[in-house]
């Protein structure tokens, strides 16, 4: 199976930042989709930030434009979600996930980010 492992999450006061991680070892594959999503408490997992493999423009939602930077490594096994201006709305788990085209979906453990004063 594809294995995902987050880090990064902790911490922070409200209009600090924090960076994600997430080792995801897709260098081997063709078609795929990787992205950040995160599930606040009491409500649904939500998209947070995702590109594709062919190398398209990264998307992001609307909440976090412009505060949020997904990025990836020279050998793409690692994908990083910076995220700056942070406010207590952005509390939840965070999880990185793999959507190989046509196939399977993967998904990590999370991890938790807190913004709290």
């Known amino acids: 199976q594809l294995q995902l492992v987050e880090s990064g999450g902790g911490l922070v006061q409200p209009g600090g930042s924090l960076r994600l991680s997430c080792a995801a070892p897709?260098?081997?594959?063709?078609?795929?989709?990787i992205g950040w999503f995160r599930q606040a408490p009491g409500k649904e997992r939500e998209g947070v930030s995702c590109v594709s493999s062919s190398g398209g423009i990264t998307n992001y939602a609307d909440s976090v434009k412009g505060r949020f930077t997904l990025s990836r490594d020279g050998t793409k096994n690692t994908v990083h979600l910076q995220m700056n201006n942070l406010s207590p709305e952005d509390t939840a788990v965070y999880y990185c996930?793999?959507?190989?085209?046509?196939?399977?979906?993967?998904w990590g453990q999370g991890t938790q980010v807190t913004v709290s004063s």
């Open positions: 897709i260098n081997n594959l063709d078609y795929y989709a």
């Open positions: 996930g793999v959507v190989i085209i046509g196939a399977n979906t993967f």
